[in-house]
């Protein structure tokens, strides 16, 4: 796809729906530690979902009732101002359902209890800012602190920034389609429904920007390969080419992870400037593949291959509206001549769009992505017989509808993937309604199909789920 | 002393509107052509010093009594007066959009929109805004943005259609009437601050359905500023109160209307 992830229907991807965080310790054989992120905590799972679905109807129930009035500070908050401190976040209930029967996976796509904090201190040398979820996970029974962001940030000198830490990295044109950033996504997150917040996962980098006349460069240095919390059989059924079918939990795939500090780093750099508000950017990016891109027969593990791209964008006003260009050049190096089928080959990967306001509060946006695999042939000669291939080019094209109503206070949304060369769609219709400046309401569905099994989107179709968010914001 | 005064404020989001053009009326030797008179006004509105900073506060109320409020700091810099200038607007409530950026470069020239971003830090996103319909409501409240960063004297064309012992009353219709909600709207206009101090806006079929007042008018280093005005929407039957405080002129803004701040604000713009 959406960038990172859209190797996945590659067949060399048999390993791509692996599992990730502690089970890959487990189906690793314990060679790697768990990483820190998102340190799982198992409790007695169902008495902190419990504990939390009371906090939140506590919290709630009297806010809805007098939704109007600010909330008088908690001890917390007064705690937190204290230390000069700010203390914000929210507490969310987010419940969703599988609409059709999954042979893999459970009924319920989603439900938890969320509580988040955001601490944020400006001193005088620099400010800090610590954001953490704790949530209540029903689905897979246990409770879960994801740290996602504690970072020190500074403006040493006229010329450069500087931000230490676990940080949320973004940059790019493409709206949901992601070429030259290869900071680490959450599919997962993003595809059962939680808030689009989550489809970034943290860096535990430190990214240093220097602003000079000519140009601005950022450096994001990570010192040990974040990837992406990628597809894992254990919340969504995919395809898994081994069994040449569908699988889920009873079916998730081993990784062999990387986490030797700073051996297995990655390096991003942006050069980039405005001419006459025309956005121009280079890109550079030296690492692994994000979601698995191969596969390790002797572990039996999927793996993550070395990567580097090179890439290009540009970004700005076309006619009424906004448009953007991007391209991307994917260097596999462990298979440069595209002849080894258990390493993804390399690619190109191009993107157009345009965004205008097409009605009073109404905004379309349209894109056109292509995924080009090079040394095509030596692609095909080298799969074996009865796999399912990847065409040369896959075409994928994505529409945003966003209208709001009501003062703005209703905003209906509307994303549509649709590849017309593998004949898949995924939908994404929201709608969030502010009933107050606290209280949010949200209610959502992905929609995939496709006419095989083995497509990108095609693959979860039996994972299309609805889902429906109540968060109070402080 | 009077042409420096009318030349500052930085009421730059405060009401306004303004405009143009008329037959001077002769008869009155104190009275200036209504060029000038929507020239001054749009100065004093919009323009006041070299830059300007101010908290502001929006408290928007629904027809059946439901409130809700907004609050940023917002920074001013002028590219020239009377033209071009840049806007920075740092998000402080409600919660859920607190620190988002919002970064306008307006542009006053025929047929030339602004250049709009917004930062959303949950996702380190610095996403381009493409919506070239200035008349539509600035952050849900009873605002457009045409209120807050201006609207071009020459889009309208003006008439000078009442003069009283403090007030001028212009009365301005646009030129592309298609373009807009309005048929025409007035403005009165202080004739010794130049300050806008009522407008009403003036549907498709002559009805009054929209209205701006200044309701407090201060003096802020020597510049006449606004510092509440108050819109309601006859129609919807809802209005909006915009609060200013910590205003200040002349600060020294820097060149802060770019990428990098975007993502990490200026300290002067955060508190």
């Known amino acids: 796809m959406i960038g990172a992830a859209g190797q996945t229907r590659n067949p060399k991807c048999e390993y791509r729906p692996g599992k990730q965080r502690s089970d890959s310790t487990v189906q690793n054989g314990g060679s790697h530690p768990p990483k820190a992120e998102s340190a799982i905590l198992t409790f007695a799972s169902c008495s902190l979902i419990l504990g939390f679905q009371v906090l939140f109807a506590a919290v709630c129930c009297p806010v809805v009732a007098a939704q109007d009035e600010e909330p008088k500070p908690g001890p917390i908050k007064e705690f937190f101002d204290k230390l000069d401190t700010e203390y914000h976040g929210f507490y969310e209930a987010r419940a969703g359902y599988r609409l059709q029967n999954d042979p893999h996976e459970k009924d319920m796509s989603i439900l938890e209890a969320r509580y988040q904090f955001d601490l944020f201190s400006m001193r005088d040398w620099g400010d800090v800012k610590v954001k953490g979820d704790l949530y209540g996970d029903g689905v897979e029974e246990k409770g879960v602190f994801d740290l996602r962001e504690a970072n020190l940030f500074m403006r040493p000198t006229d010329t450069m920034d500087v931000k230490l830490g676990r940080q949320v990295l973004t940059w790019g044109t493409g709206d949901l389609i992601f070429i030259n950033d290869l900071f680490p996504k959450d599919w997962q997150s993003f595809f059962v429904g939680r808030d689009t917040e989550y489809l970034k996962a943290p860096s535990d980098a430190v990214k240093v920007s220097f602003f000079m006349d000519w140009a601005n460069l950022d450096v994001a240095y990570t010192p040990e390969f974040d990837s992406d919390r990628f597809i894992s059989g254990e919340r969504l059924s995919y395809w898994n080419p081994v069994l040449g079918d569908r699988a889920g939990e009873d079916n998730t795939l081993s990784v062999e992870r990387r986490r030797e500090f700073l051996e297995e780093d990655e390096l991003a750099l942006r050069l980039y400037r405005n001419i006459r508000n025309y956005e121009l950017a280079l890109y550079g990016y030296w690492g692994y593949w994000k979601s698995p891109g191969g596969f390790n027969d002797a572990m039996n593990a999927a793996v993550f291959p070395e990567l580097y791209v090179y890439g290009a964008s540009v970004r700005g006003t076309v006619g009424k509206g906004i448009g953007n260009a991007e391209i991307g050049y994917y260097d596999s190096i462990d298979d440069r001549d595209g002849d080894d089928f258990l390493i993804n080959n390399s690619e190109l990967r191009y993107l157009v769009g345009y965004t205008q306001e097409i009605g009073r509060d109404f905004t379309a946006g349209v894109q056109y992505y292509i995924e080009q695999i090079l040394d095509y042939g030596d692609y095909e000669d080298s799969q074996p017989a009865g796999m399912p291939k990847r065409d040369e080019f896959r075409h994928l094209t994505t529409l945003r509808l966003t209208k709001l109503l009501m003062n703005q206070n209703l905003n209906l949304s509307l994303f549509t993937y649709y590849c017309p060369s593998d004949e898949d769609v995924y939908l994404r219709p929201i709608a969030n309604y502010k009933a107050s400046d606290h209280l949010t309401v949200e209610v959502g569905s992905n929609v995939f199909f496709g006419d095989e099994a083995y497509t990108f989107f095609g693959q979860f179709e039996d994972n299309t789920n609805a889902y429906l968010a109540v968060r109070y914001s402080f | ?271």
């Open chain 2, 1 to 271: 002393m009077l042409r420096k005064t009318s030349f500052v404020v930085l009421s730059a989001f405060v009401v306004f509107g303004l405009f143009l053009v008329a037959g001077v009326s002769a008869a009155d030797s104190d009275v200036p052509d209504v060029q000038t008179i929507v020239n001054k006004a749009n100065i004093v509105a919009y323009y006041q010093g070299d830059d300007g900073k101010a908290t502001v506060k929006m408290t928007i109320t629904n027809k059946a009594g439901q409130t809700r409020e907004r609050e940023f700091i917002i920074l001013r810099k002028d590219v020239a007066d009377g033209g071009d200038q840049n806007y920075f607007v740092y998000f402080q409530r409600p919660s859920d959009v607190r620190r988002m950026v919002y970064l306008v470069q307006k542009h006053t020239g025929e047929g030339k929109d602004d250049d709009r971003w917004l930062y959303l830090p949950a996702l380190d996103l610095v996403k381009r805004i493409a919506a070239s319909d200035k008349r539509t409501s600035f952050v849900g409240s009873d605002f457009v943005y045409e209120d807050v960063s201006g609207r071009g004297l020459d889009l309208d064309t003006h008439e000078l259609v009442e003069t009283t012992d403090t007030l001028f009353v212009v009365k301005n219709v646009p030129k592309k009437p298609e373009e807009v909600e309005f048929s025409y709207y007035t403005v009165a206009i202080d004739r010794k601050t130049y300050v806008p101090m009522k407008m009403e806006f003036y549907d498709k079929q002559g009805q009054l359905y929209r209205i701006i007042e200044s309701k407090d008018v201060r003096v802020i280093q020597e510049f006449p500023t606004v510092t509440k005005s108050l819109v309601k929407d006859l129609k919807t039957g809802g209005q909006t109160e915009m609060e200013f405080t910590d205003i200040r002129y002349n600060v020294g803004i820097g060149d802060i209307f770019e990428e990098r701040y975007l993502r990490r604000p200026p300290r002067e713009a955060m508190r």
